[in-house]
């Protein structure tokens, strides 16, 4: 039995689940395309409207003509609206298309901290990921916020993955008004639970799998919602990360990619694979015997097929080694390999 077949729909991610940039990555568009449960595109990013994020996905291969997107915009009105009264001014930045919904939820929406339309004051702050953010942007929400607007953020991702790397996130440029302000916004999207609530009652799933790279937003959230979560080594968070990661931010299964939700359940969980045995030393973990190498006579051996029998034998290691370092009290000083399988195993997290 496969993990699909646990569950009744997929919340998925987008950024560094189903994309990097504008470069799709491949296993995922192909499993999507072939899954027969309802799937949700659930993604933190707000740059960009619905209409674009589904025009986007088409384009990078999705067959659905109407595929479900939510994203922390819908979150944020929710949020909005318990921090704000309609027709108060609401102080924006981010993507032109943020200003037009917080607009037509029914705001006064202005760009700078000097405009008061109403002369009652900026009762709020909204940011959004918008790249063209910068210093007269944030100096903007620093200024409202010094004068006693409430601070919102659709998402608090301090990174965002792109086809060049890494680069900044919405939370990493709302940690420099955090810096020159003290106050700390609050974040609307993933970790917290609505907007997996929202999606998931969208596409009539009671029992949703959470498809997601980022543990502190895409698996922290599953987990806030009470719902399954697979953690995909696609994007941001690997394997130091997750040996690293406290309890509310563990994901129920672990694999290489969205293709893995066709593998058996109880092959992603952690726990003993691949021959690998791991036992705890003090403040450490020691990962002893494992698979010697990969029999290429029973498979392709083109580059492609021969680095993902690389990364399963890596990712049999990982799970090994989680199930004892997450029963440690705390996070294992070292990992310690103890074979030459387990030493090129471990060559290969990050």
Same mark, same amino acid.
């Given at each position: ?19 990097? !940039?504008?470069? /799709?990555?491949? =296993? %995922?568009?192909s499993?999507?395309? &072939? #899954?027969?449960?309802?799937? *949700? ?9 619905h ?6 996905l ?8 109407k ?22 001014t ?19 929406v202005?760009?700078s901290?000097?405009q008061?339309?109403?002369n009652?004051?900026?009762?709020a702050v909204v940011q959004g ?10 100096s903007?929400?620093?200024l ?7 601070y ?14 890494f680069?900044? !996130?919405?939370g /990493?440029?709302? =940690? %420099?008004?955090?810096a020159?302000? &003290? #106050?700390?916004?609050?974040? *609307?999207?993933?970790p ?11 596409i009539?799933?009671k ?15 599953a ?13 941001v ?13 563990r994901?129920?299964y672990?694999?290489?990619d ?7 359940a ?7 694979q691949?021959?690998?045995t ?6 450490d ?7 010697k190498?990969?029999d ?35 996070p ?5 390999p ?13």
């Amino acid at each position: 039995m496969s993990l699909l077949d646990n569950h009744d729909g997929l919340l998925v991610d987008l950024d560094g689940t189903v994309w990097n !940039g504008d470069t /799709a990555i491949e =296993a %995922a568009i192909s499993v999507l395309n &072939d #899954v027969d449960v309802p799937v *949700a595109f659930v993604t933190n990013n707000a740059s960009k409207p619905h209409s674009a994020v589904v025009e986007k996905l088409q384009k990078l291969g999705i067959a659905d003509e109407k595929p479900t997107v939510f994203n922390s915009v819908d979150a944020v009105l929710e949020v909005l609206a318990e921090e704000a009264s309609p027709g108060s001014t609401v102080l924006v930045v981010g993507a032109e298309w943020l200003h037009e919904v917080v607009r037509n939820a029914g705001y006064e929406v202005v760009t700078s901290a000097g405009q008061d339309p109403s002369n009652s004051g900026i009762a709020a702050v909204v940011q959004g990921h918008n790249p063209e953010n910068g210093w007269a942007q944030l100096s903007e929400i620093a200024l409202a916020v010094r004068a006693g607007a409430r601070y919102l953020v659709t998402n608090a991702d301090t990174s965002l993955p792109t086809e060049r790397g890494f680069c900044l !996130g919405n939370g /990493a440029l709302a =940690a %420099a008004v955090t810096a020159s302000t &003290d #106050v700390y916004p609050r974040a *609307a999207g993933k970790p917290e639970p609505e907007l997996f609530k929202l999606a998931a009652q969208k596409i009539g799933a009671k029992n949703p799998l959470c498809i997601g790279d980022r543990l502190n937003t895409d698996i922290a959230g599953a987990n806030s919602a009470g719902f399954d979560s697979l953690h995909v080594l696609t994007g941001v968070s690997g394997a130091i990360e997750l040996l690293e990661a406290p309890p509310e931010h563990r994901p129920t299964y672990i694999g290489a990619d969205i293709s893995d939700v066709l593998s058996p359940a109880q092959q992603l969980v952690p726990g003993p694979q691949g021959d690998f045995t791991a036992r705890g030393d003090g403040h450490d973990v020691l990962l002893e015997r494992g698979i010697k190498h990969v029999d290429n006579t029973q498979a392709n051996t083109s580059q492609h097929n021969t680095a993902a029998a690389s990364l399963a034998v890596s990712l049999a290691a990982l799970r090994t080694v989680l199930e004892v370092a997450w029963a440690m009290p705390k996070p294992p000083r070292y990992i310690h390999p103890r074979s030459v399988a387990a030493e090129h195993a471990v060559a290969d997290w990050r």
